[in-house]
């Protein structure tokens, strides 16, 4: 490692899945939206929730814990969506995840950064970069462009843009009665 590489400071948004604590680095993380209503789009994987309008765009929603294998449980005031930007080949691409809780944006040192641990088949060893010792706590360092596979991105996207024409034609229907 360099001498540069290992003066360099990642900020990182920190959240809980759970008991488990997650971070993002800021790179990734757009904004911060309180829970809201998600229309359900259906035959998706059971991890898509739907989608939501955010700015006049629709946005895919999807559920963190189910992604990540934790048990799903009911949403609390907590409960928050981060809107994402995901870099899949050569493209950004904006997807909603909803948390159980944003905790903290900490910054912490690169080369301080523990090397994952061997995690089993519960979570893809690809997703986690790293392992954050905060106090005696710590924190799984999620690598947002390798949590979602090519295909499950196409799937979303495509998803998503069915939804919105089905949307666009029940509003036209609208306008015509």
Known sequence: MSDSQSKVINSYLTFKLGEVMFASHVENVIKILEMQHITVVP?????????????????PVIDARIKFGIPPTEYTKKTCILVLSIQIDDEHV??????????????????????SPGLGSKYKSGFIEGVMKVNDNFIMILNMNTVFSTEEIIDLQEQTEKTVEKLKKEKSKKKVI
């Open 43 to 59: 035959r998706t994987p059971p991890f898509m929730k739907g989608v939501i309008n955010l700015r006049g765009n629709v946005l």
């Open 94 to 115: 904006e997807v909603g995840a909803i948390v159980d809780a944003v905790k903290d944006v900490l910054e912490y040192d690169f080369d301080k950064i523990l090397p």
